[in-house]
Each structure stands twice: as C-alpha cells, then as structure tokens.
C-alpha cells in the first residue's frame, strides 16, 4: 500500500494499515524517502482508537496510550507523548542513525514488542508490552506530496527464525 500525502499547511496525517494484528509475528517493510520525510516523520503501531489527522504539525503517532512510534529523523521513541528513549542503541549506546529509505518493522504480539531493522542490522526491541491489544502499522505524515509504501513481508510463530529478504 502506498499513500500519498497531499500537501495541506499546518496539518498531521498518519496513514494506517487496514489489518490488525493480535498474535505472532509480522514484518513489513517501509519505503520513505529521505528528503520527503519532514520535521514529524514517525513510524509505529497503533490501535484503532488513534487519531489519523490533526491541525498543526505534531506527532500524533506516540502521542496517547493509543500508539508507539519511532521519529526515524529525530531517533527517538514516543509513547503517551512521553520521549521514552534514543533509538537505536548500536553496541549498547544510543547513536545517532541516518534510516535508509527503505527499513523493516517487526511486530511480535506473542512477545508483545515492537522492533526496527535496517540495513542488515537488527536494533532490538523498541517497546515491549504490547500483548493482548490489536495493533495495525501506522505512520506519521506532515510533508506534503510525501508518499510513504508499507509493504507485507510475512508472519511466523515467536519461535520460529525469521528471515528477511533485503
């Protein structure tokens, strides 16, 4: 699914995926580019009580109890509007990552944590106690004539290896 943001001064959009996902676990695949990303450029999950649109430019992905975002400019964790971290921690230390135009999300709902990985390398987990909710992907847009790509890589069981094709 690719969306489109049209442009629109002093408003958020987020865009979210249409499946909700409860148990294992599920990857998918986010194309952005880099000069198309703006000042709010948030990736996550989210319910479905989240808001989609807002007047002026915030994150509204990380914003409630309702969602858990990744700002991939600022590398920064957001939850009930709560900065809960640097992210990623390459070699145990917060740093300071360029996200490629392309990256993964990993969603366990059997583990109940919410991961990233780009470029062949795995960040660790992100969030965890998400079990027991229905969560869809879910990103945060302000720039206008933006279009971001979520793509359905697969699922599998907690136990089982997964293998991502890059």
Known sequence: ??????????????IRGKT?????????????????RGTHTIVGVATSSAP????????????????WGWDVV?????HKSIHTGSYPKINGSPSIF????????????????????????????AFDGLRGKTL??????????CEVTMKYIGSSKSDIFIELKM
């Not at 909700?20 to 198309?36: A, D, L, M, S, Y």
């Not at 989609?52 to 969602?67: D, P, T």
């Not at 600022?74 to 957001?78: A, F």
């Open 136 to 145: 869809y992907p879910i990103v945060n847009t302000v720039w206008g004539h």
């Open 20 to 36: 909700g996902f409860t148990r294992n676990v599920h990857v998918w695949e986010i194309g952005w580019k880099k000069p198309q």
């Open 74 to 78: 600022k590398n920064k964790l957001y």
């Open 98 to 125: 360029i996200v490629p135009d392309k990256f993964f999300v990993i969603l366990d709902m059997d583990k109940g944590t919410l991961s990233f990985m780009a470029n062949g390398i795995y960040f660790g987990v």
């Open 1 to 14: 699914m690719t969306m489109y943001r049209h442009p629109a001064s002093d408003s958020t959009d987020c």
């Open 52 to 67: 989609l649109h807002a007047r002026g430019y915030k994150a509204l992905v990380g914003n409630s109890s309702e969602s």
